[in-house]
Each structure stands twice: as C-alpha cells, then as structure tokens.
Antibody, heavy 119, light 113 residues
Framework: QVQLVQSGPEVKKPGASVKVSCKASGYTFSGYYLHWVRQAPGQRPEWMGIINPNGGRASYAQKFQGRVSMTRDTSTTTVYMELSSLTSEDTAVYYC?????????????WGQGTLVTVS | DIVMTQSPDSLAVSLGERVTINCKSSQTVLYNSNNKNYLAWYQQKPGQSPKLLIYWASTRESGVPDRFSGSGSGTDFTLTISTLQAEDAAVYYCQQYFHIPYNFGQGTKLEIK
C-alpha cells in the first residue's frame, strides 16, 4: 500500500535551517509528483512547492523562493524539503503529499506530518 | 494567485441532517479544453493529515461514503453531506489545483449539534 513516512519533530532556533524527509513506498516513486504543504496552528494548509521525482525538477511558491529547496534521492525513494532562515512564523506542521495522477491533480496520499517549532 | 473563500466558517448540525459548505474562487478553475474544474475537497480531523474526499469538483475519491457529494463549476462550488453522521465532525477545506500556488480555502469547521 502507498505510504509516505516523514521524519520526526524538530525544534530550531530563529535563523537556522530545517530539513524534513518523506520516504515513499508502495508505488513507483518516479511516476508521481510530490508536493510540500505546511499548516500553522489553527490555520489553513499552505502550498509550498512541488518536485518531480523523475529528474528532480522542483517549483516553489513565490513566498518561499530563495529560502526553500526540495530534492529527492531515488536510491532511497525519499524526498526532502529544506527551509532556511527560520522565524517563529515558520512554526507549523509540514506535510508531503502525492498527486493522484499526472502532474496536475489533487493530493491522494499524505505523510503523517512533521512538526517544526522555531523558538 | 487564486484566492479561495469558504462559507460558513463554522456550523453545528444535528445527526441525520443535510450539510452544505460553499467555496468560491477568485478566478475560474474550469479548464475549457477538457471541461474539468480543478477543485478538490478535503476533510481534516484533529491531529490528522487532510483526507481527499472529492476531486474534479464532483468525483468522489475511492472509499469515500456516497453521502458526500460535490457540485459547481467555474468559480462557485458546494460540498454536500446528505445525512450527517457523528464521524463527519471535522474541518473541511476546498483547494484549487489549476494554477500554482495551489491555494486552500480557510476551512469550515463542522460540529455535531
């Protein structure tokens, strides 16, 4: 069965960077784009960007340009999201999510979320 | 960016009643070339990841009970729960996946009266 398993919670100081991993299993890794979405406490989900595991090309929301990097490791079927220059406003649960088909489609599988606390 | 606005922000409904949640996009999410609306609905319960309910505005995801349905086109959409069950208490989000960034609505919190 499809699974997206994320790394554990993180506590970071302002100005630091965080790198969250998302290990995919149960499907052909290179066949489905993956997104990163974050959700601050009590807020709506916020789309951060998308990565194509086949080739590694990524596109980011303008809000995070220059501060985010999404990469993948095909040998371990893992995608990574690194966010730098953290502030308290980056405190949120970060999710990876898989598209259901193609590159433009809704998100049918989600990771369990990784809480990042900046304090 | 396409802004998604839901109404109401919250509602309390009795078991067995009908529930309607609305979602409006600031621009059309209908792609004329394939006549598809790039609009999805998700359900999120406390401490859980969002769960896909409806996509292409009206297609029910596999395994989702048929009491959930979606309708609408262009800029105005509706999620309907025909007969409310206790397990439907959650926050519901609409999302457009037509243009990057794939924005979500602010959410509608559904409680059982």
């Amino acid at each position: 069965q499809v699974q997206l398993v994320q790394s554990g919670p993180e506590v970071k100081k302002p100005g630091a960077s965080v790198k969250v991993s998302c290990k995919a299993s149960g499907y052909t890794f290179s066949g489905y784009y993956l997104h990163w979405v974050r959700q601050a406490p009590g807020q709506r989900p916020e789309w951060m960007g998308i990565i194509n595991p086949n080739g590694g090309r990524a596109s980011y929301a303008q809000k995070f340009q220059g501060r985010v990097s999404m990469t993948r490791d095909t040998s371990t079927t893992t995608v990574y999201m690194e966010l730098s220059s953290l502030t308290s406003e980056d405190t949120a649960v970060y999710y990876c999510a898989r598209v259901s088909t193609g590159n433009v489609s809704p998100f049918d599988y989600w990771g369990q979320g990784t809480l990042v606390t900046v304090s | 960016d396409i802004v998604m606005t839901q109404s109401p922000d919250s509602l309390a409904v009795s078991l067995g009643e009908r529930v309607t949640i609305n979602c409006k996009s600031s621009q059309t999410v209908l792609y004329n070339s394939n006549n598809k609306n790039y609009l999805a609905w998700y359900q999120q319960k406390p401490g859980q990841s969002p769960k896909l309910l409806i996509y292409w505005a009206s297609t029910r995801e596999s395994g989702v009970p048929d009491r959930f349905s979606g309708s609408g086109s262009g800029t105005d959409f509706t999620l309907t729960i025909s007969t409310l069950q206790a397990e439907d208490a959650a926050v519901y989000y609409c999302q457009q996946y037509f243009h990057i960034p794939y924005n979500f609505g602010q959410g509608t919190k559904l409680e059982i009266k």
